[in-house]
């Protein structure tokens, strides 16, 4: 006979759950709950290797155009939002900061793209649903905590970006789109906030291309923890420097585009840059069983 239960007792079983739960994201994270041994070894890559993977990507993205598309709705409505803010002249500065904040939490958002490409590279069926599939992967809480770090990150780069504005320009709030777009390019202040900006947005954007370029991609694909997978991440990016530089202009230059108009480019940008991602890790990193005709040599392995 089933019985009304208390609100402490549901109350405390909820919490036990929930403290079992956090305790397994960060076992996860921590890699002790590896269950993948196999050494992680990084490859040398090329600007051809860069193409080769935008071409693929692009080639998941036709086959799987529908699906994609429903994953990525979500993007222009973002990009609304942002847009909004123009209207809320307080928040008008910070319209650009956040616009950029998708080359800084991007790979973590992608991860369902990454799962959609594996699907098929495997040969399996990948509908959009199918990218949830991320929930149960054996690295998980690695994956979530990587992209918890993204996103705090991002938060940091905002915060960041208002200090600079204050800095530059004034604490004032812009009357208008117009007087502030005045003030950025005419004033002294303006072109300060224009070099500053840039140069550190760059600065956080080159930090998570180092640590999250292939990151997310070898957790999806092995059961691997986080410290492993940002030191692949890391290691590609320090024996490929030239190579990560240009796929990371390539990115930002994409992103560019996909934000106009309105943001409604990111519909088709966002899934490219995922699915080529997955290829590019693909290329990059193998475990060492792999007879890969085209791998380049080895240039470091990540235990």
Not at 250 to 255: E, K, Q, S
């Amino acid at each position: 006979m089933s019985t009304i239960r208390n609100p402490v007792e549901w109350s405390a079983e909820r919490l036990v759950e929930g403290t079992q739960w956090i305790g397994a994201v960060a076992r996860t994270a921590r890699g002790e709950d590896q269950a993948d041994t196999r050494p992680v070894i990084v490859h040398r890559i090329t600007t051809s290797d860069l193409r080769m993977a935008l071409t693929r990507g692009l080639d998941d993205l036709t086959a799987m155009r529908s699906d994609v598309v429903a994953l990525c709705l979500m993007y222009p409505l973002v990009g609304a939002v942002l847009a909004m803010a123009a209207f809320d002249y307080a928040l008008l500065p910070l319209l650009f900061p956040l616009a950029a904040g998708f080359a800084l939490v991007g790979p973590f958002f992608a991860v369902g793209l990454y799962e959609l490409s594996r699907r098929r590279e495997l040969g399996l069926q990948g509908g959009w649903r199918h990218a949830l599939d991320v929930l149960v992967s054996p690295s998980f809480g690695a994956i979530l905590v990587l992209g918890a770090g993204l996103i705090a990150r991002f938060v940091v780069w905002l915060v960041f970006a208002q200090i600079l504005k204050d800095l530059t320009l004034g604490r004032d709030a812009p009357s208008s789109t117009e007087a502030f777009l005045t003030a950025v390019f005419t004033e002294p202040g303006g072109t300060a906030l224009i070099v500053l900006g840039i140069g550190t947005g760059g600065l956080f954007a080159l930090a998570a291309l180092a640590a999250a370029a292939v990151s997310f991609p070898l957790m999806l694909d092995r059961a691997v923890g986080l410290r492993a997978a940002v030191t692949a991440s890391l290691t590609l990016f320090m024996h490929n420097p030239g190579t990560m530089l240009r796929w990371g202009a390539v990115v930002a230059g994409l992103l560019v585009v996909g934000s106009l108009p309105a943001f409604l480019g990111l519909i088709i940008v966002m899934p490219l840059l995922g699915h080529a991602t997955w290829h590019l890790y693909r290329r990059a990193i193998s475990d060492g069983e792999e007879d890969r005709e085209d791998a380049a040599d080895p240039v470091a392995t990540v235990q």
